[in-house]
């Protein structure tokens, strides 16, 4: 854990840390950190070996997720979707794709990003209603997808669509230059999470052939609920730990070095005292619940779906109350947005609609736990 945790700190703090504040003022995709990361080659931690990446997997998914957001949560999520598209390839791809994709994602040649919401379906992104006709040997898609994290940026999305083969869904690679594929180019104004680029996607007659389909027609929902789902809810779990965690450190550095004329700090206050204590305490469980249940999911232990979805809602809740509680000790000075709290605050709303969103979650949690079929 230490090392890549550690390892992954030093480069947030060297090529992530120096951009954030500009990628949030600016709303805009952190791409110097991202030239860092593919030179680094950190896009290849989830390839196999053989493939000339790093052979890593959930839990250092989690680690490194974490790390980054311990600095910039729009990095890390951005970095996470790359993430969890990329084990969908190395667990469901065709030898020839994962040939013609894994070895440049490893080298920092690929990007990838998730283009699975529509405004139809919202939360619910696995009922997708995009359009598939087939002619010849070509798929045909017509659609929109809402809300794509690092369009333009990413160089192939995966895509959920109902398979016209079969009965179910179909995962699909899609180059953002391919004939017919559009981004509404609207820049992303959100709340929080400002450098997402996230944008709609337009697909209007845009022709595929089968070997960019993930797996069997039809076996995308099985993907999706066994491998991008965990992946994806860690991977959350760990960007919103890391936003507790950068409000945590933050608010403890602003109490200790804001001066009284007496010269006493904010940090002699006891109710401030009490305040860091619950704070750090919310923190560093949200972080080690992450982690511990990213060991669960590595070691395949029988409730690991159990424990990331829990891990998801508790540090969803944790880096809104955190991030609260901070911007009370932070006083007019944090409100006045002197200091970052009030932009993790924003980050941090972010968790609880995200889909799967945290009221569809915990729905999710309670049948899981009662031995119901999710959704
Ligand atoms: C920062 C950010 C980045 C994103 N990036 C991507 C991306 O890269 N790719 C992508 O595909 N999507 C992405 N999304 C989209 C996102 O994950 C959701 O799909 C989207 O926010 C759903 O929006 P909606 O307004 O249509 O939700 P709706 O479906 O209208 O839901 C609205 C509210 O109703 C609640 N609700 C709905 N159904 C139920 C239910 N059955 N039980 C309980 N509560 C329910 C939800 O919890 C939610 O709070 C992103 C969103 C954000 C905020």
Same mark, same amino acid.
């Given at each position: 854990?230490?090392?890549?945790?550690?390892?992954?700190?030093?480069? @947030?703090?060297?090529?992530?840390?120096?951009?954030?504040?500009?990628?949030?003022?600016?709303?805009?995709?952190?791409?110097?950190?991202?030239?860092?990361?593919?030179?680094?080659?950190?896009?290849?931690?989830?390839?196999?070996?053989?493939?000339?990446?790093?052979?890593?997997?959930?839990?250092?998914?989690?680690?490194?997720?974490?790390?980054?957001? !311990?600095?910039?949560?729009? =990095?890390?999520?951005?970095?996470?979707?790359?993430?969890?598209?990329?084990?969908?390839?190395?667990?469901?791809?065709?030898?020839?794709?994962? %040939?013609?994709?894994?070895?440049?994602?490893?080298?920092?040649?690929?990007?990838?990003?998730?283009?699975?919401?529509?405004?139809?379906? +919202?939360?619910?992104?696995?009922?997708?209603?995009?359009?598939?006709?087939?002619?010849?040997?070509?798929?045909?898609?017509?659609?929109?997808?809402?809300?794509?994290?690092?369009?333009?940026?990413? $160089?192939?999305?995966?895509?959920?669509?109902?398979?016209?083969?079969?009965?179910?869904?179909?995962?699909?690679?899609?180059?953002?230059?391919?004939?017919?594929?559009?981004?509404?180019?609207?820049?992303? $104004?959100?709340?929080?999470?400002?450098?997402?680029?996230?944008?709609?996607?337009?697909?209007?007659?845009?022709?595929?052939? !089968?070997?960019?389909?993930?797996?069997?027609?039809?076996?995308?929902?099985? %993907?999706?609920?066994?491998?991008?789902?965990?992946?994806?809810?860690?991977?959350?779990?760990?960007?919103?730990?890391?936003?507790?965690?950068?409000?945590?450190?933050?608010?403890?550095?602003?109490?200790?070095?804001?001066?009284?004329? $007496?010269?006493?700090?904010?940090?002699?206050?006891?109710?401030?005292?009490?305040?860091?204590?619950?704070?750090?305490?919310?923190? =560093?469980?949200?972080?080690?619940?992450?982690?511990?249940?990213?060991?669960? +999911? @590595?070691?395949? %232990?029988?409730?690991?779906?159990? %424990?990331?979805? !829990?891990?998801?809602?508790? @540090?969803?809740?944790?880096?809104?109350?955190?991030?609260?509680?901070?911007?009370?000790? +932070?006083?007019?000075?944090?409100?006045?947005?002197?200091?970052?709290?009030?932009?993790?605050?924003?980050?941090?709303?972010?968790?609880?609609?995200?889909?799967? !969103? =945290?009221?569809?979650?915990?729905?999710?949690?309670?049948? @899981?736990?009662?031995?119901?079929?999710?959704?």
């Amino acid at each position: 854990m230490d090392n890549i945790y550690n390892k992954m700190l030093e480069f @947030a703090k060297k090529h992530i840390e120096p951009y954030t504040t500009d990628v949030d003022k600016n709303a805009t995709f952190p791409k110097e950190s991202f030239d860092a990361l593919k030179k680094e080659r950190i896009t290849a931690l989830l390839v196999p070996k053989e493939y000339g990446g790093m052979g890593l997997s959930l839990e250092e998914h989690a680690q490194t997720v974490l790390a980054f957001a !311990s600095t910039c949560a729009t =990095t890390a999520l951005c970095y996470m979707m790359h993430n969890v598209a990329t084990n969908c390839i190395v667990t469901h791809g065709s030898e020839e794709l994962k %040939q013609k994709f894994l070895p440049k994602i490893a080298n920092g040649e690929i990007l990838l990003a998730l283009a699975y919401s529509e405004s139809g379906s +919202g939360t619910h992104f696995y009922q997708p209603e995009l359009k598939v006709t087939k002619k010849d040997n070509k798929y045909i898609l017509n659609g929109r997808k809402s809300f794509v994290t690092s369009a333009l940026y990413a $160089d192939y999305c995966l895509i959920d669509a109902n398979s016209i083969d079969t009965e179910g869904l179909d995962n699909w690679l899609v180059h953002k230059d391919l004939m017919g594929v559009s981004y509404q180019e609207s820049n992303w $104004d959100g709340l929080g999470m400002r450098g997402n680029a996230s944008m709609p996607m337009l697909l209007e007659n845009v022709q595929i052939g !089968s070997e960019y389909r993930l797996g069997e027609a039809g076996s995308a929902e099985e %993907q999706i609920f066994n491998t991008v789902g965990p992946f994806f809810i860690l991977g959350l779990s760990a960007v919103y730990s890391g936003v507790a965690l950068n409000a945590c450190n933050t608010i403890i550095d602003y109490a200790k070095n804001r001066k009284y004329p $007496d010269n006493t700090t904010l940090s002699n206050i006891p109710t401030v005292q009490n305040h860091i204590s619950k704070i750090y305490t919310k923190a =560093t469980s949200a972080k080690h619940f992450t982690l511990a249940a990213a060991k669960s +999911g @590595a070691t395949g %232990q029988e409730d690991a779906l159990a %424990q990331i979805i !829990s891990a998801r809602l508790n @540090a969803s809740e944790v880096a809104v109350d955190v991030c609260t509680l901070a911007m009370k000790i +932070g006083g007019g000075t944090a409100y006045a947005k002197r200091i970052k709290i009030e932009r993790l605050l924003r980050d941090a709303f972010a968790a609880q609609v995200m889909a799967p !969103s =945290t009221d569809v979650l915990s729905t999710w949690l309670g049948k @899981a736990l009662t031995d119901q079929p999710i959704p």
